[in-house]
């Protein structure tokens, strides 16, 4: 585990520009066995053997990949929502129907996204699932995830907490990206599990 230290170290940019530039320097060949290895992991996780929604995303870049895993929730019959970035950076949500029902949406001068196509059906639908798959940067020993900066899913947290919803909350990662401390801030919820090419890690009084 790679020790990233207290207060006064590094802050939320600093950290992201470091896991961001280990993550630039990963090849093809690391992407595509890390995907599958990844998927591979979270499919034996209980919380989605369980579920009936799954709130996920598209990878894209060199994130984590998501592809396989939303091929193989899909083919077990999981209804999977996938998120669609509005004007305000908050998220709508649509239904993974496959390959063919995501386009590349290029929104401003930022990383393009792969979005669904199909019916939005309205930023409360995440609400609906009984776990939810976060993007993110690294997560510490609390559970507490570094995400890029944006506040998307700090909006999806926050509506999940006012619905009353308690979805697990499960972050996708590479091995290095567990780590032992990141900042927090007063609203930044712990998710429940984080899942890496190597294994499951569990956190807090919920974990199983």
Do not use: C
């Amino acid at each position: 585990m790679r020790h990233i230290a207290r207060p006064g170290e590094p802050d939320k940019r600093s950290l992201r520009r470091d896991l961001l530039a280990v993550r630039n320097r990963l090849t093809a060949d690391d992407l595509r066995e890390t995907s599958a290895a990844l998927a591979g992991r979270a499919l034996e996780l209980p919380e989605l053997a369980r579920a009936g929604t799954v709130a996920a995303y598209v990878s894209v870049g060199s994130e984590p990949g998501t592809r396989a895993l939303l091929d193989a929730l899909r083919a077990r019959g999981v209804r999977v929502l996938l998120p669609v970035l509005l004007p305000d950076n908050d998220l709508d949500w649509g239904l993974y129907e496959g390959e063919d029902s995501l386009a590349r949406v290029q929104h401003g001068g930022r990383m393009a996204l792969f979005e669904p196509t199909g019916e939005r059906l309205g930023p409360d639908a995440v609400t609906t699932a009984d776990a939810v798959l976060l993007p993110g940067l690294a997560v510490d020993t609390r559970g507490m995830r570094l995400g890029r900066g944006g506040g998307s899913y700090d909006r999806v947290l926050a509506r999940l907490e006012r619905a009353g919803a308690r979805p697990a909350l499960v972050v996708l990662l590479y091995d290095t990206e567990v780590v032992e401390f990141v900042p927090a801030e007063p609203h930044d919820r712990p998710v429940r599990a984080v899942v890496t090419p190597s294994g499951v890690r569990r956190f807090g009084p919920r974990a199983d």
